[in-house]
């Protein structure tokens, strides 16, 4: 049976291990247990990062990585394209060939070293492995790249074309949504002589396209091209986000992430990405538009970082049925059903299950979720909300028990109950007498593989919502073992619930309730009323030699040494563990059903 994945084209990886023939493919970490590559969910079968190639596991990934497209810088002299030149021939066409120098010279090439956490055992890292990419001036001192290129990254490096120098690369902004990050080099002499790219608008149909980069197979620039193939709202791999993307047939190899690709005019229109892999398909790459580009680049002006793309946080069905429309009293063929809120969204003040957008912003909102682009085509809802930026306000036209009105809400990023990453690189961990809780998250799960994590906590993880601010679902990874856990060393990958009676909200939390305790007996209840009862001064007193024993640095992570903040407003649990829908559009099996 063919296998279909669409995945990201991913920078060339090398490994300090590794051998010539596997570099690009193997990156090495230290293996504690042997554990089985994860099953994606089926939504994600089709969408992921070109980093997991055939007789690799996903656990054994290499860093995502990228594809090309050119740059802007003038030539000086012919000696610099180090070209032969006959005099007995015409020189036409070389001399019109200049101008394409100016484009190439401004992509340059990423050479990155990243060391990944370890999320079995978060107070480590995995080991250090490199990889290459591509990147491209645009001005002000700055780079464009793709942020899988530079994903934990702990050196990055850029280098010129033609040069054999490379210069210390500084990131100064990661969008994972957009899979996007600036960089900035502060030797002026990298940018000698240089001239930035010039965006380009949206480009249409057919429209002639060239990707320049530096890909597996060479060490020098390679160009390809093609044709716009569509152009739609798409899911990024690396961002598990819905935004606007541009297909094209022009082949998009490793190596060539974050590379420019342009118009017939010499434009950049936007920075290729991810290719989709296919028994079925060929030549399907993408590229991310200028208008999520642009957005990437305001937020960070405006804001001093990337904040996010923000969303109704509503999950919405379509309303092709006229019988359902008639139940709902729409009069028209118009408009999308409210089926879920999430309960940390903003909207969830002012929308309910069961109310019908017919607008935003004054823009109708059609019975497919669909809203006019362009002059003659549609679009997805989502692409509407994308165009907003964090805290902006916008005005929905609803429709409930049939009467028409306008409400306003404020647009946020969404926040996952279970995280697709994890925000400052390095997971938190709590050590309590042995028992290592840790935050669940995606990466966890990818890394520990799913079979081991039991379907009840699985079902958590793609169908609950976060119901406060602030919620994680926090379980203990495993149990370092000593006399003080007899009778618990065996337990793993379950869920905390409560502390000595209290519901805990976060590993923050429980840190706290730790260290607040004064009862001689920590009581833990765990999913599935399983109960762990610890000696509160017995178990303080075994921390030292359980971290000596396994070599641990300290009990916690840095972050839960700061104080504890208690969080207001909290919404009460009902008495649903999850709901029945999954909670992004990536495991979304119904079409009729999408996130927005």
């Not at 538009?289 to 405006?302: A, I, R």
């Not at 990453?421 to 840790?438: C, D, K, M, R």
Request: glycine residues 8%; negative net charge; contains cysteine.
């Amino acid at each position: 049976m063919a296998c279909v994945a669409a995945l990201l084209a991913f920078p060339s990886t090398t490994s300090s291990t590794a051998s010539a023939s596997s570099s690009c493919r193997l990156r090495l970490r230290p293996a504690v247990v042997a554990r089985a590559p994860r099953q994606q969910p089926r939504g994600r079968r089709a969408l992921r990062r070109f980093d997991e190639v055939e007789g690799v596991s996903k656990k054994r990934r290499g860093i995502g990585g990228g594809s090309g497209a050119g740059g802007s810088q003038p030539s000086s002299s012919r000696r610099d394209r180090g070209l032969a030149v006959d005099f007995k021939e015409s020189q036409v066409a070389d001399f019109d060939d200049l101008e394409e120098d100016k484009f190439f010279n401004a992509v340059v090439k990423v050479y990155c070293t990243h060391i990944a956490p370890d999320y079995g055992l978060p107070w480590q890292k995995q080991r250090q492995h490199s990889s290459s990419g591509s990147a491209f001036m645009i001005g002000d001192g700055k780079l464009l790249t793709n942020a899988h290129c530079v994903e934990h990254d702990t050196q990055v490096k850029v280098k010129r074309r033609g040069d054999d120098k490379k210069y210390i690369a500084k990131v100064l902004a990661r969008g994972t949504e957009c899979d996007l990050a600036l960089l900035s080099v502060e030797n002026e002499e990298f940018w000698r002589g240089t001239e930035a790219l010039h965006f380009g608008r949206l480009p249409c149909l057919q429209d002639s396209v060239t990707v320049v980069g530096y890909p597996l197979g060479g060490d020098t620039i390679s160009v390809t091209k093609g044709v716009v193939s569509r152009i739609e709202v798409t899911p990024y791999a690396h961002g598990t986000s819905d935004l606007l993307g541009i297909q094209i047939d022009a082949a998009i190899n490793p190596g060539n992430s974050g590379g420019p690709a342009f118009n017939e005019q010499g434009e950049c229109i936007g920075v290729a990405f991810q290719v989709y892999r296919s028994d079925e398909a060929e030549n399907i790459g993408y590229v991310i538009p200028t208008t999520v580009v642009s957005h990437f680049l305001n937020d960070y002006q405006k804001n001093g970082k990337y904040t996010g793309f923000p969303c109704l946080g509503v999950l919405l069905q379509k309303l092709e049925n006229p019988a359902l429309r008639e139940i709902l009293k729409v009069p028209s063929s118009e408009g999308v059903l409210v089926r879920r809120v999430e309960p940390t969204a903003p909207a969830s003040s002012v929308l309910q299950k069961g109310d019908v957008i017919v607008s935003f912003d004054g823009i109708a909102v059609g019975c497919e979720a669909t809203v006019p682009f362009r002059s003659t085509e549609r679009i997805a809802f989502r692409y509407l909300t994308s165009q907003k930026y964090a805290g902006d306000i916008a005005q929905l036209g609803i429709i409930r028990d049939g009467n028409s009105m306008k409400v306003q809400t404020i647009l946020q990023p969404r926040k996952h109950l279970v995280p697709f990453h994890v925000e400052g690189g390095q997971p938190s961990y709590l050590i309590v007498a042995g028992l290592v809780f840790t935050p669940l998250t995606e990466p966890f799960i990818e890394e520990e593989c799913e079979d081991t994590l039991g379907l009840k906590l699985l079902a958590k993880a793609r169908y609950s919502l976060a119901t406060f601010e602030g919620e994680q679902i926090v379980i203990v990874s495993q149990v370092l073992a000593h006399e003080v856990n007899i009778g618990y060393e065996h337990m793993g990958n379950q869920q905390v619930m409560k502390l000595n009676g209290t519901t805990i909200k976060n590993i923050h939390h429980l840190a706290h309730l730790v260290d607040t305790c004064k009862d001689k007996f920590l009581t833990f209840e765990f999913e599935d009323d399983f109960l762990v009862v610890l000696h509160r001064e017995e178990a303080a007193a075994a921390s030292s030699d359980i971290l000596k024993e396994h070599a641990i640095p300290s009990i916690r992570s840095s972050d839960l040494s700061q104080p504890y903040v208690e969080t207001k407003n909290d919404i009460q649990k009902t008495s649903e563990d999850f709901g029945e829908s999954p909670v992004t559009n990536f495991e979304m099996g119904i079409d009729c059903l999408l996130w927005a």
